[in-house]
């Protein structure tokens, strides 16, 4: 129904950038907002950021606010993450997700897993000191 594919991610020093891109393709207008998530290893799968197709309201983790921000370019179907100052600790997988609706993303809550319905494959993301 809906694709999510990752890209963007690489190598960079720390107090470098970063911008992820996700394009999503299929019935992208029946989901209610992207988010990013990230797993570093041997941690669990942690909340980054979500975005409102409709309105563009943001969300951010405490780790990452004033550094991340999550855009949308809903005539590309694309939902970018721009990392500024980057920092070892945000050595991880990148992975974009899809909610599947506001319904379950209130129930939920837009930090956990369950509130979405699909995901890319991750792109790494490695900060180097």
């Known amino acids: 129904q809906v694709q999510l594919v990752e890209s963007g991610g690489g190598l960079v020093q720390a107090g470098g950038s970063l911008r992820l891109s996700c394009a999503a393709s299929g019935r992208t207008f029946s989901t209610y907002g992207m988010a990013w998530f990230r797993q570093a290893p041997g941690k669990e799968r942690e909340f980054v950021s979500h975005i409102t197709w409709s309105s563009g309201s943001t969300d951010y983790a405490d780790s990452v606010k004033g550094r991340f921000t999550i855009s949308r370019d809903n005539a590309k179907n694309t939902v970018y993450l721009q990392m500024n100052l980057l920092k070892p600790e945000d050595t991880a997988i990148y992975y974009c997700?899809?909610?599947?609706?506001?319904?379950?993303?209130?129930?939920?809550?837009?930090?956990?897993?369950?509130?979405?319905?699909?995901w890319g494959q991750g792109t790494q993301v490695t900060v180097s000191s």
């Open positions: 997700a899809a909610s599947a609706s506001i319904e379950r993303t209130v129930v939920f809550g837009k930090a956990s897993e369950s509130a979405y319905k699909y």
